[in-house]
Every structure is written in C-alpha cells, then in structure tokens.
C-alpha cells in the first residue's frame, strides 16, 4: 500500500512537473512584428517615449499590417528592493510598468520588455538570475506579453538550464508571453530553442551598415550582410513557433533607401521576426512605405513558415527563393555590388527544389504568374526571360502564382 501511495505521489509529481514545464504553444505562429527601443535609443528610454511609439505605430498605419508588440528593451530597471522584487526606473517610468501596459493594450498593441539571464543586464541593471519566478510573477502582474531575454554576465550559466527555466516560470506565472532567446548563437539556440522560446538570435547585435563589422574591443556588431553570411545553413530549425531572428531592423536609419528595401526583403525572405528600430514617430515616407508593404509582410509572414535560402550567387548577383503556401514562390534578385547590374533569368532553365521542404518550382512545367512586389504591378509570366538592371546594393522582389488561365 506504501508503495502504491509513493507511486501515485510520483506519477502526480510527473504529470505537474509537465504541465508546468513549456513555453506558451501557438504564439508565434508567424514571425512576430513590432518595435524595440534599442537600435535608436539605447538606453534612454522613458514611458512618454514608449507611449509616443505606441501612437506613433497606430497612426503610421503599422498597427494595421501587423505590427503588434512595443517592446522596452535595456535599461528600464530601476532597483531591485530588500524583498527580491524588481521595480522600474521611478525618474522615467513614474506612473509604473502597469500603467504603461494599459496604455499599449487600449490602443490593441501589445507590451515586450527585456531582462538578462545573468545577475545584471548588458548595460548593468539587475538581471533576473535566482529571481526567474519572481520576475515573471511581476511581469504577469504588470501585464507584459514578449519578453527578451540576454545573455550577458553569463559565467558559471548553462544556457539550456538558464533559458529553460524563465521559460518555466512564465508558464507557472500565467500569462502567455512571447519568450525571445538572446544568446546570439553562442550556444546554438537553434539546435535546442525550439521547445524553449519562440525566436532565438543568430548572431552579435546589428548595426545600421549594409556590409560592415564595428569592432567595439571586446565584441563587434555587424552590417546587414554580415548577418546574413554569418548563419546560411541553420534555416532547418526555423518554423511556425520557432524562429531564427538575424535581429532588429535598421529601416529607416542612415543607410539607402535601396539598401533599406534590400535589408527589409531579406528579412522577409528569411522569415525573419520583423522587429523595427527606428524612430517610429517622425518617418521619411520611404520608410514607412517600405515597413508597411503588404505584399512583403505577407512573403515573411507566409503560413508554411518555411525559411527561404539562397538558390544561386554570380558576381554579386544573388537569387533568394521562398516556398509560399498554394504552391507559390517569392524570388529576390539582389544586387550586392557597388555598381548597378543587369539581371537576366531564364525560368525555363532553372528547376527549384528546396532541399529542407522538398517543394519545387519548375517554370519549364507550370507556367505562373508574375507580380513585382516593390513596383506593385503585375509584370507577365514565367514564359518571358525576366531582364531588369538592379540598383546598387538593391533589390527586385517578385511572387509567382500557378497561372490559372
Ligand atoms: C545585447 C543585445 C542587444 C541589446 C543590448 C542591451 O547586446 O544583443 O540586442 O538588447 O544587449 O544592453
């Protein structure tokens, strides 16, 4: 009988150490879209600032095409009190963390805010290390739906256990939350992160600079580029759920606006989260015109959630293919030299197969349509050699559907 009690004790021990142990299931079942204070304010965030973005994301018409989530990243913290409890910054977050969220929620946006797995944060405020439960209780209570989550003073830290268990205590707190991994591949989150969070980072931070390094001594940040050399063969871990993130968007910063469109496409081709990092509230009209197309947030925000990759590479002439649902493509021709080039592709002769999905595209068998999602326009079919000069470091993006005529 004694043993029979033990057993049903360890069978219920079990069964609560499962239900308590996962991340929210289905909350990023496309790549999640929003804006993070970091790339333009670094640590100067304040809650008149965080409120203005969330107007500004509402007016820009941003809010309409997708983009949901304000996230406050570094640098909001103020002390951790004699309780454990974590408390934002009293100067610049006066009226509370709760406050704020009320605010972004009205308006049908949603809050992310960042803490760090270490005992303090990249810019050295109180991280959450030994107050994982504490901190999600808090942030459940403040009403915070994503939450960033670092990788700096790591040392004596497993990752796996580290994001595990945040991971866990967001789920014990209640609250769904969009759990974003921020290691930046150093322990290749990919290979683990798909039943922890919903998007891990792939590299070192980004920095608004099409094809560069910034060496800051003891680390560097990386143009758009760079980022993308730097990962090429991890797509295979990417899917509904679980996301590769090459990080941030630099739109709308100090590169071209060619460079901007390529940077944003290529995200898209990626299924990368789309996570902005502008100044949202005093916009060029490019840029607001290149977040909010459409046609290109549908290609990243496409249901399969299958990564795109890179079909073929020729003196700085690439090609970047996306299976899309129905059975359609998006094709991105990019022009990584300093000079305009001409692009010349022949439909017929090239056979697609995606080597992870195993979906194909052959024009020489189906015909399809085609739309060129920059210019907005319908531009003939897969019959016609496609020929167009692309600018430096630029772009043509195009989605091809099953011609049903
Ligand atoms: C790290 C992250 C960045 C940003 C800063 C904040 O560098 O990778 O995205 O969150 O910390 O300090």
Redesign the pocket.
């Known amino acids: 009988m004694k043993l029979y009690c033990l057993l049903v004790i360890a069978l219920l021990m079990l069964l609560s150490g499962l239900l308590y142990a996962q991340k929210f299931e289905g909350l990023a079942l496309t790549p999640p879209m929003g804006w993070n204070s970091?790339n333009t304010f670094g640590c100067d965030v304040n809650e008149g600032l965080i409120r203005e973005m969330a107007d500004a994301m509402v007016s820009s018409g941003m809010m309409d095409v997708g983009y949901r989530y304000i996230i406050i990243?570094?640098c909001w913290h103020g002390i951790r009190d004699s309780l454990g409890f974590i408390h934002p910054d009293s100067q610049r977050f006066p009226s509370g963390m709760k406050a704020l969220a009320d605010y972004i929620h009205i308006r049908g946006l949603k809050l992310g805010i960042?803490s760090c797995a270490g005992e303090k944060?990249?810019?050295g405020r109180p991280g959450s290390r030994d107050h994982e439960y504490q901190d999600a209780r808090t942030y459940a209570q403040w009403g915070v739906d994503y939450l960033?989550y670092?990788w700096?003073n790591n040392t004596g830290l497993n990752s796996v256990v580290a994001y595990t268990t945040m991971r866990d205590a967001l789920f014990a707190a209640g609250r769904p939350v969009v759990f974003s991994i921020?290691e930046?591949g150093d322990t290749k989150a990919w290979e683990w992160g798909k039943d922890v969070g919903h998007l891990w980072?792939t590299t070192?931070?980004i920095t608004d600079c099409y094809d560069c390094e910034v060496n800051h001594g003891t680390w560097s940040s990386w143009g758009i580029m760079k980022i993308v050399e730097m990962r090429k063969d991890i797509r295979q871990y990417a899917g509904p759920d679980h996301w590769n993130d090459p990080?941030?968007l630099e739109v709308g910063k100090s590169m071209s606006q060619s460079e901007d469109r390529a940077h944003f496409s290529l995200w898209c081709m990626m299924a990368a989260p789309l996570i902005a990092g502008n100044d949202l509230r005093n916009m060029k009209k490019e840029t607001t015109g290149i977040l909010t197309n459409v046609e290109m947030i549908a290609i990243d925000q496409d249901l399969l959630g299958i990564q795109g990759f890179r079909y073929d590479a020729k003196d700085d002439l690439e090609v970047w293919v996306k299976p899309l649902k129905d059975g359609e493509w998006a094709v991105c021709f990019l022009n990584r030299s300093t000079i305009p080039r001409e692009m010349i592709f022949d439909w017929s002769k090239n056979v697609i197969t995606d080597p992870v999905s195993r979906w194909a595209l052959d024009p020489g068998i189906t015909v399809y349509s085609i739309r060129n999602l920059w210019k907005k326009k319908e531009i003939g079919t897969t019959k016609s050699i496609f020929q167009a000069v692309i600018p430096v470091h630029d772009v043509v993006v195009l989605r091809l559907r099953k011609n049903v005529d």
Do not use: L, Q, S
């Open positions: 970091w990243d570094d960042y944060t990249c810019a960033k670092d700096c921020c930046w980072r070192g931070d990080d941030m």
